[in-house]
């Protein structure tokens, strides 16, 4: 008897107990503590990344990445144990996103940001989710096939990217005479490349293929060019927090071991999406397909 009640009493404090360990793990982490006491996730995305993180005809924030973000958010609010979350999106773009992470504005930016090691001295990096290579926007009749055609003309590419910097290094390294025009994100590079004003846009495949989308026509543009660099996405948050990050990554990790990730890949690559409900027609690379088998956080420079 006096065995029995002993047992009991042990299964009564373990349940009692066990809310509190879950509580004690996240006030471990900064950004969970505070997402538990306001009640509120403010999550940094992009305004026309199709399709990765975007507005809809309704002003909607839509995309690859938020349907991953969705998940992560709700895995946040199951882990600091709140029955509703607010969840504030911030617009974000390539010039403001690190330093909007690094100043508490934004405890999650879910867009599509490469991960760098010269940014991994200023933010985390979630396990990567995408990876894509830099390539050329241009009029199907353009006579810039690739990198070496570009001498000597002008080139449009958002500003505070990985493809600005090495449109500048080209410029650098070979000489090649390269006027480099930043815009402040994808629909104005493309609107300036649509206005004759430059001979090519230059971005990540992916990102090119969902900005001439956009166009009028979108046949009488094509993607041309050899990969000058491969990208890692990554979400972005703040660094020395690891206990958000592993919720992050360990949402993300299982959509892919899972197989999950694939379907939520065929909706918003090789099936018509908004605006235009044009498909992509964006088969999974090989690169992409390695980076699910094998989930990391690791950036490729």
């Not at 300036?192 to 026509?217: E, W």
């Amino acid at each position: 008897m006096r065995t029995q009640a002993l047992a009991a009493v042990a299964i009564v404090v373990v349940a009692v107990c066990s809310p509190a360990v879950s509580a004690a793990d996240a006030s471990k982490s900064p950004t969970l503590s505070r997402i538990k006491e306001s009640g509120a996730i403010s999550i940094g995305h992009r305004t026309s990344s199709i399709p990765f993180s975007y507005y809809d005809a309704n002003q909607k924030v839509v995309g690859f990445s938020q349907d991953i973000c969705d998940r992560v958010i709700a895995a946040v609010k199951k882990e600091v144990g709140v029955s509703t979350l607010q969840v504030r999106m911030i617009p974000v773009t390539s010039q403001n996103r690190i330093s909007l992470v690094q100043n508490g504005t934004v405890d999650l930016e879910c867009g599509v940001t490469t991960n760098l090691k010269s940014r991994q001295q200023q933010v985390a990096f979630s396990t990567t989710f995408f990876v894509a290579g830099t390539r050329l926007l241009v009029k199907k009749d353009s006579p810039v096939r690739d990198f070496s055609d570009l001498a000597g003309k002008t080139v449009v590419t958002n500003a505070g990217t990985t493809s600005e910097r090495i449109l500048r290094r080209l410029n650098d390294e070979k000489k090649s005479n390269i006027t480099v025009q930043s815009a402040k994100d994808y629909g104005e590079s493309f609107l300036i490349l649509q206005s004759g004003r430059v001979a090519a846009f230059m971005m990540d495949d992916v990102l090119l293929s969902g900005a001439k989308t956009l166009a009028p026509n979108p046949s009488d543009w094509t993607v041309v060019g050899t990969p000058q660099s491969y990208e890692a996405y990554g979400f972005m948050m703040r660094k020395e927090d690891p206990e958000f990050k592993k919720v992050v990554d360990s949402t993300i990790t299982a959509l892919m071991k899972s197989g999950e990730i694939n379907a939520m890949y065929d909706k918003w690559f090789n099936k018509p999406v908004p605006p235009k409900n044009i498909s992509f027609d964006f088969p999974m690379s090989g690169a992409v397909k390695k980076a699910y088998e094998q989930p990391n956080d690791e950036a490729f420079e």
